[in-house]
């Protein structure tokens, strides 16, 4: 009997919990849907600028002088002078005196050939007194003739008279046979001068060329330096026997050097763009230069050095990298040892490593956007409804900084600046001017300083 009551006490909070259950479900309240809100994106932007670009290209490159000078022996013989100053490094004036060899064989060359002229020069004179000479015999022995065949016409006509006997008409033509010789003889003496005379002529002109070489032999045994140069490479010393071909020293020229760097072909076609057609092989390389409006500049960055130098597209190097698809540009920089200011601005010396900046002629009216605006071929386009259009656009001249769009956009179309991800066509974009960056597009797009 005692255990009924407690099953009623385990069924009473059941029961209770059955009825708290049924008043909630009948108090419960409908539930109110709520309106889903789209968030915008934030995105900074430009508005496409409308620009004159100035196409450039950079390349690294090792400084060379643009002439270099080698001494070459043309005659053989012992050095006899040398300049004290002949050091590598030395820098010496043009029209000095760098070295002398032993002239003595090539003076004594110029004294016989001046012996041998006045020699032939003699014989000349010699040869036309005795064509004067031979003339006057000649004319005295014509005479002679002249009288001897009248005699002979005189006694033929007194042989049949019984005047003169025969043997003296004998005698008398022998007489004119030996004054006919004697004739001939003094015209086959003149019929030879001609042929003489020619042949000291001849004789006395080799004469003359051997002067001129015992000269031009006797002026290359002093060698003096052509222009004002740094001496490179010396390899001869006083008293030593040089040859004929021997390289005796090295010079280079100050006045101008010169810097090849490797630019990619694509660079160098947006550089060279002309819209004309241009005659290579009929233009030299300066005025080639000219139409293409092509400016250039030489700069040093070498630890707290840094220095500028002007410079000038000279031309374009023969060959073509096939690996790195490149072409060879060479500059060349006047005077690069003016304006030095030690410690600060060094010289543009042989060998120093350096950059060269190109710049072609300017490009009109280009609509300019960032390199980072660039997607697969298509830009972010921020459309009238801040809504984002993903565009395809066609690209004209790349730029390390900007690129060319010839289609696709129209000028002052707001693009995304800034990393957008993801970019889903249509998403709603809350755009934030961006001036800093298109100042910054601007300044790399028309700067003309290289």
Known sequence: MASKPRKWVILIPILAGIAAVVVMKQNKLTPVQATIQETPKLVRSIAVPQLDVIPKASGFGTVRP????????????????????????????????????DPTDYQLAIAQTEADIQAAEAQLLELQAKERNTRASLRIEQEALTLGEKELERKRSLIGKGGISRSDLDTQERTLLAQQQSVQTQKNSLNLIPSERSLLEAQLARYQVQLQTAHRNLAHSEINLPFTGRISEVNVEQDQYVREGEILTIADDLQSAEVEVQIPIERMSDLFYSGQTIDVLGSNQQDLANRLDISAGVHLEEGALSASWQARFARMSDTLDTKTRTVGVIVEVDNPYDQVQPGIRPPLVKGLFVEVLLAGKPRLDSLVIPRSALHDDKVYLINQDNRLEIRPVKISLTQPEYLVVSEGLSAGDRIVSSDLIPAIEGMLLQPIDDPESLEQLKQSAISGEI
Do not use: H
Request: positive net charge; glycine residues 8%.
């Open 66 to 101: 643009s002439r270099s000078w080698e001494a070459v022996a043309q005659v053989k013989g012992k050095i006899v002078e040398k300049n004290a100053r002949l050091r590598k490094g030395a820098i010496l004036e043009a029209g000095t005196q760098l070295l002398k060899i």
